[in-house]
Structures are given as structure tokens and as C-alpha cells.
């Protein structure tokens, strides 16, 4: 089983509409970052998230990580065909931190948005 | 920011031939590399983490012989596909960390082998 699960695994809005992407972990999280891809390309890195609790904005990309650290939500408000691509979560789920370990991805989330 | 360059962007090979995949880190020092594979649609598999200097750290079901890792400096890193074949042809990406930094991702490398 996967150990960062990512919902949903596709998303197709109309633009201008919200939409939200969920990373669920039953392990606590340790470094949650959020990256962007388009197919055949690199990551682009959105967000980080450390603290239980923790919210980071930028333009209209919200990043949540729950109290617990388990799980984390990436929400985009007012949807652009400009915001489609794959998103992806990854977190370190060792106790040492992410301070030098490595990443665990979810399976991505393919987001359409149609103008 | 943090620049991280990949080359070659794609490369094709002829059955039974090595490739040779250079992730350099530009304007940081890089203590660790990952190197990851990707299939379409489908997420980031790490295969191997290398810390400068040191032998690289597989993934379980990753073959060492296969995929030949070196991170003989600070700023480079590479992954060598040996004897590669069609199953090997994927999308190779490489992540590198320096002290305290985050992670930045290479643009990716497309392998096809035919």
C-alpha cells in the first residue's frame, strides 16, 4: 500500500472554480511539501510545510497541514488552465526529518482545467 | 534560488548500450543526491540516495549493478543505465540537498531504448 495517499487522483474543473487535493499519511509527517509537475518535465516546488497546524499561501495556492501532521491539503481558489499539470505531495516519514533523508511521494493528482 | 541541471533532457539508445544521466548542482553545494524514475501517470520512485564521497544507498528492488550511481564531488552527480534495455526507458529525475536546504529537482531526463 501506498504510504502517502493522495485523493483525488484526477480532478477536472470548469475554470474559476475551487478545488482541493488531499495527501493522508498514517504516519506523522515530517517535512510536507507540495510540488507541481507537467508530464515530461521536472517538479516545480509550490510549498513547505513543517508545524502541526501550519498554512502557507501563495497567490491562490493555500497549503494546510493538519494538527496531527498526518494530513495535509493543497487548495486552489478561482482554477486557471494555467494551474493544471500533476501535483504532487511528498513528505519524509522517518523520525530523523527530512534534514538529509529522502522524500516519499504520493501517487500524484492530474488536474484539468477546462476554460 | 537553488538551481539544480539535468542533462541530457532525453536521450535514445540502441539495446545493450550504457547511458550517462549528469545532475549538477549550480549555485549550492550539494551533500546528497536522490535520484529518482518516474513511468507515465504514475508518481516519483526513488531509487537510490548518494551522499558525497560514499558508496550510494539503493531502494529495495533497485539493481546497484544496473544503475550505477556517482557522487564524486559537491556539485555533480550522475547515473549510469548499464547494458540498458526497453524496460529500462523511463523518465529519470535527480533531487539534490544541500546543508539545511530544501529539496530542488533537476528538469528530468526521458530514456528510451530501442
Known amino acids: 500500500s501506498q504510504e502517502l495517499e493522495q485523493s483525488p487522483q484526477s480532478l477536472i474543473v470548469q475554470e474559476g472554480k475551487n478545488l482541493t487535493i488531499n495527501c493522508t499519511s498514517s504516519?506523522?509527517?515530517?517535512?510536507l511539501y507540495w510540488y507541481k509537475q507537467k508530464y515530461g518535465e521536472g517538479l516545480i516546488f509550490l510549498m513547505m510545510l513543517q508545524k502541526g497546524g501550519e498554512e502557507k499561501s501563495h497567490e491562490k495556492i493555500t497549503a494546510k497541514l493538519d494538527e496531527k501532521k498526518q494530513q495535509s491539503s493543497l487548495h486552489i481558489t478561482a482554477s486557471q488552465p494555467s494551474h493544471a499539470g500533476i501535483y504532487l505531495c511528498?513528505?519524509?516519514?522517518?523520525?530523523?526529518?527530512?534534514?538529509?533523508?529522502?522524500?516519499?511521494f504520493g501517487q500524484g493528482t492530474i488536474l484539468t482545467v477546462h476554460p | 534560488g537553488a538551481v539544480v541541471s539535468q542533462h541530457p533532457s532525453w536521450v535514445i539508445c540502441k539495446s545493450g548500450t550504457s547511458v550517462k544521466i549528469e545532475c549538477r548542482s549550480l549555485?549550492?553545494?550539494?551533500?546528497?543526491m536522490f535520484w529518482y524514475r518516474q513511468f507515465p501517470k504514475q508518481s516519483l520512485m526513488l531509487m537510490a540516495t548518494?551522499?558525497?564521497?560514499?558508496?550510494?544507498?539503493?531502494e529495495q528492488g533497485v539493481e546497484k549493478d544496473k544503475f550505477l550511481i556517482n557522487h564524486a564531488s559537491l556539485t555533480l552527480s550522475t547515473l549510469t543505465v548499464t547494458s540498458a534495455h526497453p524496460e529500462d526507458s523511463s523518465f529519470y529525475i535527480c533531487?539534490?540537498?544541500?546543508?539545511?536546504?530544501?529539496?530542488?529537482f533537476g528538469s528530468g531526463t526521458r530514456l528510451t531504448v530501442v
Open positions: 533531487s539534490a540537498r544541500g546543508q539545511g536546504s530544501g529539496y530542488t
Open positions: 548518494s551522499n558525497e564521497g560514499s558508496k550510494a544507498t539503493y
Open positions: 549555485d549550492f553545494q550539494a551533500t546528497t
Open positions: 504516519k506523522t509527517l515530517y517535512g
Open positions: 511528498g513528505a519524509g516519514l522517518n523520525a530523523g526529518g527530512t534534514s538529509y533523508g529522502k522524500l516519499t
